[in-house]
């Protein structure tokens, strides 16, 4: 039981419960990205539902504990953003260095799964918007099939048309927050009878949830219903509602040491010779990135294992959101030196800020034109899932920094909760309203640009 579940001491408390009969039937997996949360969660759903007399082995072959292994049962329900693309591209380089080995099949197969599992009929019932993914959806169910029943040569052909198709069907489907639809049809699917044993509601990331969304969570909450366990995973617990939160058993995954994760990536991902570039087998974490300290603590060796299959890492990411940063600052104090207004000085201290961490990808740009050039060159358009999130996200982690550097003043306060401000907007544009990231990013830039100039807002 739990045995894919690696180095984590609280699967012990867990499986404990379990088999004293007193898993509660609503759970909480806290704890940093990449420390086990999501495997678990799908591990204790399969084991809920096996039908074998003593549950729990991961070779067991009862019907039920085979549809959970292939992610296919009608019983598990799967909702919550993540990193799809990354995961899958890790584990198709797993499959490509071991094509023969079914296990590394089977690790590729679930992981794409685990993507088209947020498309469930459950969820998107009569939403317009699945129209626009239903035959990427239908094609990679058919590429799965193939895939797996097809020998070598031709199953790495159809592993690189299944990688993409999942880079499109995340890019065009899947927004970032948990929108209140699928939490109410999840509550109306949660009171049917299970196909099987029992049933299992994972909510990835649950802190990403619509306010309403959240609302309706709460219901289930308050009256869940029998033979359903529901399972939240989240990084940061402090930011569910409290009401929530008194309402679910906490199982605090914790951060593993260095030597542990890379252990995990050699086993899981059969990467046997990676070796984390610079690091010290115990514990600390590489310390040559010019991205803040509190980042690399906060994404660890897993987590960062992954992102490498991305084609723009977070540390190339933070420097583009500097180039970026330096460039619209620069321009705006260019722009008031032209009218005859002297820039306050958190402007042209920003853009200092700013200039060394953009050595990358050179010296600010001398036009907007230039800036959205280079962006849009070193990011393909945006075209990435989830990369226009990761770049805002970056350039918050750049305006933190700049924040608690140096001398603290109200001039230099105002100037970050604008930028803050103009950032929250422009993903929410991108999440909500669906706007291409490249038309966000140049109104993004004119709007920062105008407003430090003094000009107000396009």
């Known amino acids: 039981m739990f045995d894919n579940i690696l180095h984590q001491e609280i699967i012990k408390q867990l499986a404990a419960d379990l088999d004293g009969g007193r898993l509660a039937p609503a759970l909480l997996f806290s704890g940093p990205a990449a420390s086990g949360k999501g495997s678990a969660a799908l591990e204790l759903a399969r084991v809920l539902s096996c039908e074998a007399e003593t549950p729990g082995a991961w070779n067991c072959a009862c019907p039920g504990c085979v549809r959970h292994r292939n992610l296919v049962s009608g019983d598990l329900l799967l909702l919550g953003q993540r990193s799809f693309f990354a995961e899958i591209s890790a584990c198709a ?11 590394v099949k089977r690790l590729f197969i679930r992981s794409v799964r685990k993507l088209l599992g947020r498309f469930s009929p459950v969820l998107w019932e009569d939403d317009p918007k699945l129209g626009k993914v239903s035959g990427l959806v239908s094609d990679l169910e058919e590429d799965l099939e193939a895939f797996e029943t097809r020998a070598e040569t031709d199953a790495l052909k159809t592993l690189e048309t299944l ?14 927050f948990i929108p209140i639809a699928w939490i109410r049809r999840a509550a109306y699917w949660s009171r049917l009878a299970p196909a099987g044993k029992h049933k299992c509601i994972v909510i990835e990331n649950a802190d990403r949830m619509q306010e309403g969304a959240k609302n309706s969570l709460l219901k289930i909450l308050e009256e869940p219903p029998a033979r ?25 995954f914790a951060r593993r040491s260095a030597k542990e994760e890379i252990d995990v990536i050699r086993r899981i991902f059969r990467d046997r010779d990676y070796a984390a570039p610079g690091l010290s087998p115990e514990p600390g974490l590489p310390p040559e990135s010019p991205v803040p300290e509190g980042y690399r603590r906060d994404t660890g060796i897993i987590a960062a294992y992954l992102e490498s299959f991305l084609p723009v890492d977070n540390a190339s990411l933070y420097s583009l959101g500097a180039y970026f940063t330096a460039s619209i600052a620069a321009a705006a104090v260019r722009e008031r030196g032209a009218a005859g207004t002297t820039p306050p ?66 001039e230099k306060t105002e100037l970050v909760c604008i930028w803050k401000r103009e950032l ?27 407003t430090c100039a003094g000009r107000g807002a396009p």
């Open 424 to 450: 929250t907007d422009a993903f929410g544009a991108s999440d909500t309203y669906n706007i291409k990231e490249t038309m966000v990013m140049e109104q993004l830039a004119l709007r920062l640009k105008n």
């Open 228 to 252: 359903v366990t529901l399972v939240l995973t989240c990084s940061r617990p402090g930011t569910l509602l409290p009401t929530i939160r008194s309402r679910l058993r906490n199982y605090r």
């Open 93 to 103: 380089a797993a499959f490509r260095r071991e094509p023969d080995t079914s296990a």
């Open 163 to 176: 990688v993409k198709n999942s880079m499109k069907l995340e890019s065009g489907g899947m927004g970032e």
């Open 345 to 410: 000085d958190a402007l042209a201290d920003l853009e200092k800020f700013a200039v060394p961490l953009a050595e990358k990808f050179g010296r600010p740009a001398p036009d907007i034109r230039t800036i959205l050039f280079t962006l849009n060159k070193h990011t393909d358009n945006f075209e990435v899932p989830g990369l226009f999130a990761r770049f805002c996200k970056n350039i918050l982690l750049l305006l933190s920094a700049f924040l608690r550097g140096g001398e603290s003043c109200g």
